[in-house]
């Protein structure tokens, strides 16, 4: 159980840190102030390293070990649908509270979207642990490159709006449910039926897929401009390599 949630702590542990970067005042200057499109670019290598995880390490093996692809379609509707809709009424929100970047990609929706990929991924990966599998390197790799940016361009707008304690606290909670996650589908879900793993791996899929096109590349390429999209293809090498390298 601690294994487990040592794990999930660890994959999720880059949100924090790329909160910490974003408010520390050199890098904020760095990559904000004065030269925004290397947060865009940031952005992008994200998006790239996320859709990797998506192609490689989620739906995939969620495909494969499918009796019928019920349980992928379920899940990955639901996972779609359910970050659409948390992100319109976070949208609203935003639109009363002026959290929303002028490029519309919204601080919040980019949490939101963290919350909803990190939460079944880390009990996936108590579930794996439980059934006597190594942990993925690949797939840790991937989420901790990828949570790096979606922290930093999310962290400025939170802050500038509810402080950098609050900010702080609200991705490290992130952080503690990822750890619980991973524990909790470690010690309860060890008899679970294959279609819940399943399930839970298409969700956090189709999650990603609908913040990718709302949220981070559009935003990516709104500061990283036209450089953007080779960021997302290197980010999206890089992933695929550890994939196919573990």
Same mark, same amino acid.
């Given at each position: ?77 639901? +996972? ?37 990929? +990190? ?5 996936? =990966? ?65 008899? /679970? ?23 981070? =590349?559009?935003?990516?390429? /709104? ?11 290197? +980010? ?11």
């Amino acid at each position: 159980m601690l294994v487990a949630g040592f794990w999930g702590a660890v994959s999720a542990s880059a949100l924090l840190l790329g909160a910490l970067l974003a408010l520390a005042p050199a890098i904020h200057r760095w990559l904000v102030a004065r030269h925004e499109w290397r947060l865009g670019l940031l952005m992008a290598f994200g998006a790239g390293v996320l859709v990797s995880a998506v192609a490689f390490d989620l739906f995939e093996e969620a495909v494969n070990t499918s009796a019928n692809g019920l349980d992928v379609a379920i899940g990955f509707a639901v +996972g779609a649908i359910t970050f659409f809709v948390g992100d319109e009424l976070l949208d609203r929100l935003v639109t009363r509270s002026g959290v929303a970047a002028d490029d519309g990609a919204s601080p919040l929706g980019i949490m939101l979207g963290a919350i909803l990929d +990190g939460i079944p991924e880390s009990v996936v =990966i108590g579930i794996s642990l439980l059934a006597g599998e190594s942990v993925s390197v690949a797939v840790v790799a991937a989420v901790f490159l990828s949570n790096i940016p979606e922290a930093i361009s999310s962290t400025p707008g939170l802050a500038a709006r509810w402080g950098a304690r609050f900010t702080l606290a609200a991705w490290g909670g992130v952080v503690a449910a990822s750890a619980l996650a991973a524990a909790l589908g470690y010690s309860l879900l060890g008899g /679970a039926p294959p279609w819940l793993t399943i399930g839970l791996q298409a969700f956090a899929a189709g999650a990603i897929l609908v913040m990718l096109t709302d949220e981070m =590349i559009p935003g990516a390429h /709104a500061k990283g401009h036209t450089a953007a999209g080779l960021a997302t293809a290197l +980010g999206f090498a890089v992933a695929a390599l550890l994939s196919f390298g573990s």
